[in-house]
């Protein structure tokens, strides 16, 4: 048997490393470089995506994992443009970890390369597929290549090409809110910069539509410790053109849009290193109905993007140790195991994107 994996972000390679041990063929594509950081720096991975990990990396990655995550916090705080303490929110770690799973934070650069320990990837860009006669489907590359396959993964984000075609009606419903972001290194000026109240991650709300979230990332070991921030607001807030501007005015722009505020918000954001700065716009899918039976299935944001919660890393995670165990621990046809993975997958998927949905409009 052999599977193909369009995407390696987190799931993909999860997948791969999972399926590989159990000794299917698996082949990984990915457009993008290695190390690009346009999809995020410090991520939240709950207990149930450390199970993932578990489940699927060879001992010694896992074991990489947990020694390269960063130094745990006591919660999550709401403050105010202020700097003060409106909410407080702590999650602690389970207190049998090796059973439920740990809360992890992450970089999530050094996660992937992690993930992609081992693996050969091929930077080749999916195009199409074509189911065959056989049951197989046989995929089409931006290189002009083929290539057959038992099982076809989409795990190519909330963009992919895969789902356009196995899904043409699917939505994925703009917010209304654009978000820049970026890192500033965790220097000594910088730190005395940081709120008190920032012990993990902190929401900054204000009541026009502004917000800024700012979470530090300092490795328990290696990697070079920094502060992650993000500012928030409708695109038409942002003093500049979001989409044409490059990196430097990207970083002022977030700056001056938070200048009434606290002015260590906006100290911390022009601290940063421009080019660390991306911008992006939040998102969700709406829900859609089991499919026709295919070679073909989606995991992670490739089927249900939610707005980030600190959820959404551990549900992908969880997307691939499932569809991993269906088809490794199976004892009958491929298509009836890749059927009970998206039935369950579908249900806890869209379950999160309602819960991520419903938190960012309280």
Known sequence: MNVIVIGAGLAGPLLAQGLRRAGVDVVLHERMPADDPGQGYRIHIGPEGELALRAC???????????TAGKPGSGWRVLDPQLRVVRDFPVPQPT???RTGR???VDRLTL???LLTGTDVLHTAFERYELLDDGRVRVFLADGTTDDADLLVAADGTHSRVRAQLLPDAVVRELGTAEVFGTTPLTDEVRALVPPALDGFCLVAGTDGRAVSLAAHQFLSGGADYLMWVVGAPPERFPVDLWTSDKATLQKAAAELVADWHPDIGALVRLGTPGSVHVTTLR???PVPLWAPAPVTLVGDAIHTMVPQGTSAATALRDAALLCRRITERDGPLPDAVREYETEMLEYGFAEVERSLRAVQS
């Open 103 to 105: 809360h992890l934070t």
């Open 57 to 67: 990396l060879p001992p010694d990655l896992h074991q990489r994992v947990l020694a």
């Open 112 to 114: 992937r390369r992690i």
């Open 284 to 286: 969700t899918a709406e």
């Open 96 to 98: 049998d970890v090796e």
